[in-house]
């Protein structure tokens, strides 16, 4: 391998005879006067005699094919592979045209790729085109990681990603984008396992029930089965609607719908301090009923009498409720009484973030899961609940005062762009950037998993010093991407066009751009099964059902059914009439489960 063609400071052109180039491959400048320059690979071109001469596009420029000629390479009979390498450091004048070019043994790249060990990071995947360096790899960078190359886990070759999350303390953040089916989601699955595996607190909030540790890939592998809980908002955690001051009830009842100043002005007025959630919906019930009935009326009941004891108590307390506040407009009112109701049912106020608490306490992975509007609600509440505690413990320590510990912890969301959205308010918006500015200093961190980089708030954005791009299609988050990264334009290009799994790792941490190959999780989703193979699964396991419950009626004619029709549906737990009994027959027929046979009075069904 030697350098050809015009050389600068920071880029140069490598050709060989033999060696083919792979993108992000490294390499080493023999020039003993620059210490040796380091490169990266960013372009590759092979020329051949079947190429037409004067192709003069890409890398094969005039300067380029007169140097191969120079150095003793006949272009028009050798395969000449070409390759633009982008020096890691500035030379301080360009490389001499014609200097032999190597692969570096590990050690002298060692700096570039590994910034912790395996036993303190995040092992999250192999770099790419590092397979050159395995024969001085030391033993304990190796088989650390399976990787999945056409359809087949493979051992690790290369060298292995290992993410320093300690130095979050002073890079803090992680953002992670790629569009649907590009791995975004299975590589945060490998995030989640790493945190598990290093005992760091986290909660996850999942809106497609889909990070459940459960299912192991390799039971050879690592078990998660004590390090995580799943929890549903309504029926495992909720809000302790006591604990909320009038400012947590307004953003909540605004979070399951757009609240007007008239509303915000019931709440703030009709909100009392540790109000539980029935007194409280009690008070906005009695109020609304109050004002439809209309203070004019209510004397007029009350003066006329004749009522029960509870009776006149309950008007006595509408005439209360309407003197003090009888100018709220009853449409207001009703507003608030239907976002309280909406929420009470779907479970919110019926439990507490007790079991979020206890399984940060004990260092464990804490998944939330539910709808995405019931997320952006519960996230609001839950992420300012624990931060607070974090940081009172934190201010507490630095004012040398006793506090009850907490631990830091990391927050992580897939479809992040909806409890942070770019151009308008969520619930929880105003929290998480408060976290994604201050957070460091409490040790609180974020990763944020969309598929839309565009739509997510650019102030949190802009503090994610560590972002993993997966494949990404469309311009305007590509162009995000550019502003917020260090890809360059060459990376740029190839995001559309990478494979499922393959990463750019931009961070702040590495001090450049890295091309990762995720590593195979140890763990599956529940939703990795093909809908197609569900559906055919499903129906061959209906057809042995229905095949059970007919095995006591076999041989079975047209006739018989009508007869026993009802014993039929209750052995197959079906309420079918006979026209549907003939044609789930016939189906079973056409599937080869029966034999049909004609008779010339009637079918006959009977094991085929």
Request: no cysteine.
């Amino acid at each position: 391998m030697q350098i050809v063609g015009i050389t600068t400071q920071h880029e140069v052109y490598v050709a060989s005879k033999e060696h083919k180039f792979k993108m992000n491959e490294l390499l080493i400048i023999e020039d003993d006067i620059l210490s040796k320059p380091k490169g990266e690979v960013v372009e590759t071109f092979s020329y051949n005699r079947y190429i037409p001469m004067g192709f003069d596009k890409g890398l094969v420029d005039d300067g380029v094919l007169k140097t191969l000629e120079h150095i003793g390479y006949d272009i028009g009979a050798d395969d000449i592979h070409l390759a633009k390498v982008r020096l890691f450091e500035e030379a301080i004048h360009p490389i001499q045209t014609g200097a032999h070019v190597r692969h570096p043994h590990f050690k002298e790249i060692e700096s570039l790729l590994v910034q912790t060990t395996a036993e303190k990071g995040m092992i999250l995947g192999e770099i790419k085109s590092t397979e050159y360096v395995s024969d001085t790899l030391p033993a304990e960078l190796q088989g650390l990681v399976q990787i999945q190359e056409d359809e087949k886990a493979r051992v690790q070759k290369g060298v292995p990603f290992i993410f320093d999350i300690r130095s979050m303390q002073q890079y803090p953040h992680i953002g992670v984008f790629g569009g649907s089916g590009s791995g975004k989601s299975f590589g945060l699955r490998v995030m989640l396992e790493e945190l598990m595996k290093l005992k760091i607190p986290t909660v996850v909030f999942d809106p497609h029930f889909e990070m459940s540790f459960s299912v192991q890939e390799n039971e050879e592998g690592p078990h998660f089965k004590e390090q995580y809980i799943v929890t549903q908002i309504g029926r495992d955690v909720g809000v302790d609607f006591s604990a909320l001051s009038t400012r947590d009830v307004e953003r909540l009842l605004g979070a399951s719908g757009t609240l007007t100043e008239s509303m915000v002005n019931v709440i703030q007025s009709v909100h009392k301090r540790k109000d539980s959630y029935q007194s409280f919906s009690d008070r906005v019930a009695n109020l609304a009923e109050a004002l439809e009935i209309g203070k004019q009326k209510l004397d007029g009941i009350l003066h006329d009498g004749g009522m029960s004891k509870e009776e006149i108590q309950r008007y006595q307390t509408f005439k209360k409720l309407l003197d003090q506040f009888g100018s709220l407009p009853l449409s207001s009112v009703k507003g608030i009484q239907w976002r309280l109701n909406r929420l009470y049912q779907a479970g919110l106020f019926q439990h507490h973030i007790r079991m979020i608490e206890q399984g940060l306490q004990a260092g464990k992975l804490v998944v939330i899961q539910g709808a995405v509007w019931l997320l952006q609600v519960f996230s609001s509440y839950v992420i300012g609940s624990l931060y607070g505690k974090r940081r009172s413990f934190k201010d507490a320590r630095l004012q040398q005062k006793q506090a009850e510990f907490f631990p830091p912890f990391v927050i992580v969301t897939d479809e992040a762009h909806n409890f942070a959205p770019k151009g308008y308010e969520a619930p929880s918006k105003s929290v998480l950037k408060e976290i994604a500015q201050e957070g460091r200093k409490y040790g609180v961190f974020l990763i944020f998993a969309t598929q839309r980089p565009t739509l997510l708030d650019e102030t949190i954005t802009a503090q994610l010093n560590s972002k993993f791009v997966f494949r990404t299609v469309r311009g305007t988050d590509i162009q995000t991407i550019k502003e917020e990264t260090d890809l360059t334009a060459e990376e740029g290009k190839r995001l559309p066009y990478l494979r499922s799994g393959d990463v750019f790792v931009s961070s702040a941490i590495m001090g450049r751009t890295i091309a990762v190959r995720i590593r195979l999780a140890h763990s599956s989703s529940p939703h990795t099964t093909n809908p197609f193979d569900e559906l055919e699964q499903r129906t061959e396991l209906d057809a042995k059902e229905l095949m059970d419950a007919l095995d006591e009626f076999l041989p079975l004619t047209e006739v018989q059914i009508m007869n026993q029709l009802n014993e039929l549906n209750k052995k197959a737990s079906k309420s079918w009439d006979i026209k549907q009994w003939k044609a789930q027959l016939k189906n079973l027929s056409k599937e080869g489960y029966l034999q049909e046979k004609q008779t010339p009075f009637a079918y006959i069904y009977d094991r085929s």
